[in-house]
């Protein structure tokens, strides 16, 4: 059973920056993408940014284009994932939560990912 740990979150005023980290665990196959999304109140979970475990181009909602970066860190594990977010606005306010699927297509759909981190709080004030 993969287990997905997210760290980071928390406030932050607009235009500011905040990193969030995942990483995953138990992972038996060796092809996957890491993906994040993010629910506000009221609202339906959201597809924000996904990758692939070898590199390769990722994939962005047009709401973080430009201003949030997914990546792995240098000389560790591929399985670790970053989500860097900069230029932060009040909209982007909501939990954050990483995902894992197996296989190398990048979906942006949450039913598409089995696995799920326990989701990061990130609050923008105005």
């Known amino acids: 059973q993969v287990q997905l740990v997210e760290s980071g979150g928390g406030l932050v005023q607009a235009g500011g920056s905040l990193r969030l980290s995942c990483a995953a665990s138990r992972r038996t196959f060796s092809t996957y993408v890491m993906a994040w999304f993010r629910q506000a109140p009221g609202k339906e979970r959201e597809f924000v940014a996904s990758r692939r475990h070898n590199g390769g181009r990722p994939l962005y909602a047009d709401s973080v284009k430009n201003r949030f970066t997914i990546s792995t860190p240098i000389a560790s594990a591929n399985d670790t994932v970053y989500l860097q977010m900069n230029s932060l606005k009040p909209d982007d306010t909501a939990v954050y939560y990483c995902?894992?699927?197996?296989?190398?297509?990048?979906?942006?759909?949450?039913?598409?990912?089995?696995?799920w981190g326990q989701g990061s709080q990130v609050t923008v004030s105005s």
């Open positions: 995902a894992l699927r197996e296989g190398i297509v990048l979906k942006n759909a949450p039913d598409e990912y089995p696995w």
